[in-house]
């Protein structure tokens, strides 16, 4: 395969070798290389569809597959098997960029292998060029690139993940309960699409909506390829959205509730309604607000690779939590056993410290609004569409305070309170008010 988005570099490799362990017994990885519907799901870079799946599982059969780029561009990629050992071995060799007289000017032979690991499976790629030439140096200079975004791609297809590519070409992973209208799924910080609470919230509404749970970019099987900027995460929203028919219900918690508000506000026509549950605006003196610190704080401690002590960081002074029982969340009694080995982490921590980094996104998607200062909703402005703001009765009284703020200067909003509920609302709680709302 060789990676079209790529830009050439100083020098080609004639060989690349690469090494993948999957999670997924060899017979089902081999039929993920040879079976189009498969095929189809992870061949080719991020960014990349593939329009076109051919196989003639055979040798001296064709493969032939179009990747269509984030440019509309098709690039055909052809193969001729030679060899196939089901379901151990796959020996091919690529054919492109063929001329007036169907001569090609690119030629990689490649052998895969697959391995047997006692129910996973150790696949080799050896991909060596037999014939290239100056115009086509370019598109070899990305084969490694594209077989590793490739990689990347088949493991999440193998574990049954599905995708929509952003604009900047992120694959964003996302699950579906139910049917019907679109309602997708906006989680706070340190949330994924894989946490109980989300299936909670989402099987009581998916009998009258198709309620989308996603990994927010840099999370879960989410990808994160570009520089963060809070538009990219509403273009990942609008990625869903039209996705699924070009209109949607969104809700957001906490922070992600803020994300919401922003996307629904730069997506007004593709928006239907909004819900939100305890935006976390700090707009009065009931609570300490963020010190002016925090965010650099926090980008030094990722850059240190201190990924725990983020954590730490965010839970005492975003949350509030006391520092002795946060050192009490991050321990567990040593020979205490947790994912098969003994260890100092429980597994709920170390989850939380693989997508630490994008806490820093959280804190940029908050801004100054967790300052203390007046809430000035004039950038939501453009948010026209019916928007319920949700509180809890018994959550501390900054997120009723704020909460009134915002739906005194949006166009469009109430507020509602969810009594006996906390920051930690119950999904079983807060899923009928949500079905009013929306179906409303």
């Known amino acids: 395969m060789t990676s079209p988005n790529s830009s050439a570099g100083p020098s080609v490799q004639q060989e690349i070798v690469i090494t993948r362990t999957f999670d997924a017994p060899r017979e089902l990885v081999f039929e993920a290389w040879t079976e189009p519907e498969h095929v189809t799901q992870w061949w080719s870079p991020h960014g990349f569809t593939n329009p076109l799946v051919e196989i003639d599982l055979r040798p001296g059969g064709i493969m032939l597959i179009h990747m269509r780029g984030p440019d509309g561009q098709i690039y055909p990629d052809k193969a001729i098997f030679h060899e196939i050992v089901r379901p151990e071995r796959l020996v091919f060799t690529s054919v492109a960029f063929e001329d007036a007289s169907g001569e090609a000017q690119l030629q990689v032979h490649h052998t895969i292998t697959f391995d047997d690991l006692g129910g996973k499976t150790a696949l080799t790629l050896r991909a060596r060029v037999l014939k290239a030439t100056p115009e086509t140096l370019e598109a070899l200079a990305g084969m490694e690139q594209g077989w590793s975004e490739s990689f990347d791609k088949l493991a999440a297809t193998l574990k049954g993940v599905r995708w929509v590519n952003s604009w900047d070409r992120t694959p964003i992973a996302y699950d579906t309960y139910g049917d019907g209208p679109p309602l997708i799924l906006v989680g706070g910080a340190l949330s994924f699409r894989s946490h109980p609470v989300v299936a909670e919230l989402a099987r009581p509404l998916a009998s009258r909506f198709t309620v989308i749970g996603y990994d927010r970019r840099g999370r879960g099987d989410s990808l994160d390829l570009t520089p963060y900027e809070v538009r990219r995460e509403v273009d990942d929203i609008e990625a869903l959205i039209d996705a699924f028919g070009g209109s949607a219900y969104l809700y957001g918690m906490s922070s992600g509730a803020v994300l919401a508000l922003e996307a629904a506000s730069r997506l007004p026509e593709k928006v239907i309604k909004l819900a939100m549950y305890e935006p976390p605006f700090v707009t009065d003196d009931s609570r300490p607000p963020m010190p002016a610190d925090y965010l650099p704080r926090l980008q030094g401690l990722i850059a240190q690779g201190r990924r725990g002590d983020a954590v730490a960081l965010f839970m005492t002074e ?52 967790v300052s203390g200062k007046p809430l000035d909703a004039s950038q939501w402005a453009s948010a026209t569409m019916p928007v319920l703001v949700v509180t809890g009765g018994n959550s501390p009284s900054f997120f009723a305070t704020g909460a009134k703020d915002l739906v005194a200067q949006l166009p469009n909003a109430r507020h509602a309170v969810l009594e006996g509920q906390s920051h930690n609302v119950s999904p079983q709680a807060l899923a009928p008010v949500l079905a009013e709302f929306f179906a409303g």
Not at 357 to 368: M, P
């Open 318 to 369: 975003a949350v509030g939590i006391p520092a002795e029982f946060v050192a009490q969340m991050r321990s567990v009694p040593v020979g205490e056993v947790f994912a098969g080995e003994a260890g100092t982490v429980p597994p709920e921590w170390a989850e939380m410290e693989k997508i630490a980094h994008t806490l820093v996104y959280d804190a940029l998607i908050l801004g100054d609004k």
